[in-house]
């Protein structure tokens, strides 16, 4: 398992790696308030459904630590908590993690009686929130590459080779990762012949994170820009035996569609084309099955900054880096409008499966996903039996 960490904690202290500054630096910045968690989940410090959860919960828990809670008794302090997690809320609309996250802790501290152990089971809970996630990873991981061996040709005596997009590994989660979870299992079972990474542009999470952690992880990979996928897939599905492109995911609703990053709808159209496999690896935290279909997502529209310039670190002539800066790639017009979604959503049509930690789901005949085994209890909830 890998030794990067997005997330360091223990009882009372929280630290959160510093991504903008990947892959040139490592800078951990200490959280010990909700104002400041919002603040590194918001500026993309901290990124990946997983990690915005576990950041946002902890990041409140050492502010309820460290304490004092101006609140009186226990309703006034569930009112109090409750007030902080909309506010976390806010932070990133998208992705489900945090939201489910947020739902669990409110259901938690409802069962103490008194302002104490309010506290306490908030702080227990979102601390179960981290550890659990380590786990679900390694699971996604190992069924993930069983259904590529059953499915895509990734058998005991034949390497396979995918390609992944944005950054869904240990740097977007507790460890391991969900989408690049499923490609280190590949590598440690010996059945990854080659791992390609898209750039993911506007914001770079691909080159800068993803091939970081493969090259961290001596995984064999290749970084491509995000508009090589097609001639990618044209050259590579026969001496590479490219079989699958594998996607994380910031929100899954009922019927499959998926939200991801900006490019993977893309992805999926010319995966599809190419006769190349499409999974989804997200956790069941991720699917959201209140929400109908996609239609239903609401799109973060980030700011045109991030679109129009670039942030990386100045190279000098022998090759080694110096300062990070800002360097503007379009012009400085504002008559030239920029539209800048952050995610995209990508219909369950062209979703082959949607690996969990729980197992693997499959479109059924109507072109749909059926969640209602793998959380019987949550469909029966929302849904109806």
Known sequence: MSTLQAVKYTRGKLEVLDQLRLPHEFHYDEVSTKEEAFDSIA??????????????????????HRGPVSTSDATDTVAHI???????????PTAVDLTNAINQLKAKIREADSKEAIIQAFIEESEKIFEKDLQTNLAIGDYGAEWLRANAGAASDKQVSVLTHCNTGSLATSGHGTALGIIRTLQSKGLLQHAFCTETRPYNQGSRLTAFELVFENIPSTLIT????????RLQKGPRNLVAVIVGADRVVRNGDTANKIGTYQLAVLARFHGIKFLVAAPTTS???????????????????????????????????????????ATADQRVGVWNPAFDVTPAELIDAVVTEKGVVEKGPDGNFDFSGLMPERWAKIVGA
């Open 287 to 329: 699917i959201d099955l209140e929400t109908e279909s996609g239609d239903g997502i609401k799109i973060e529209e980030r700011k045109s900054a991030e679109l129009t310039q670039i942030t990386g670190a100045v190279v000098r002539p022998d090759g080694s880096v110096d300062e990070t800066t800002k360097v503007r790639v």
């Open 82 to 92: 409750d007030k902080a997690l909309d506010y976390l809320k806010q932070s990133r």
């Open 226 to 233: 995000d508009s090589m996928a097609a001639a990618l897939f």
């Open 43 to 64: 500026s993309m410090r901290v990124r990946g459904a997983p990690a915005i959860a576990i950041v946002a919960s902890l990041g409140l828990a050492v502010e309820l």
